[in-house]
C-alpha cells in the first residue's frame, strides 16, 4: 500500500509562484514514475507533468516553461514549481504513482 499526501496549495495572484509538494510512504518501487495531474471544474483530470525515477521528464505544453517537476528519491518526494501562473492554472492538482492517487491541493490563480 501506497499513500500520497500533496501539500502547498493555496490562492495566489497571477505571475506569482507556488511550490508543491507530494510524499510517498509505504511500498516504493525505484523504477516507479511519479507525476501531477489537475483538474479544473467541469473538465477532465489531465497530465502536468512526469518524472521517471531518473530521466524522460514530460511536460503538457501549456505549463512548459513555466513548471518545473522534481524528486527527491531518498525522501520518496516530488514537487512542482509553478511559476507565472494563470487563471487557468486553477484547478485541483493531483499527486500519482500507478495506481495510487493523492487526495488532491487546491490551487487558485486569481486575475
Known amino acids: 500500500q501506497v499513500r500520497l499526501v500533496e501539500s502547498g496549495g493555496g490562492l495566489v495572484q497571477a505571475g506569482r509562484s507556488l511550490r508543491l509538494s507530494c510524499a510517498a510512504s509505504?511500498?516504493?518501487?525505484?523504477?516507479?514514475?511519479m507525476a501531477w495531474y489537475r483538474q479544473a471544474p467541469g473538465n477532465q483530470r489531465e497530465l502536468v507533468a512526469m518524472i521517471p525515477r531518473s530521466g524522460g521528464i514530460n511536460y503538457a505544453d501549456s505549463v512548459k516553461g513555466r513548471f518545473t517537476i522534481s524528486r527527491d528519491n531518498a525522501k520518496n518526494t516530488i514537487y512542482l514549481q509553478m511559476n507565472s501562473l494563470k487563471s487557468e492554472d486553477t484547478a485541483v492538482y493531483y499527486c500519482?504513482?500507478?495506481?495510487?492517487w493523492g487526495q488532491g491541493t487546491q490551487v487558485t490563480v486569481s486575475p
Open positions: 509505504g511500498t516504493i518501487y525505484s523504477r516507479d514514475t
Open positions: 500519482y504513482m500507478f495506481p495510487y
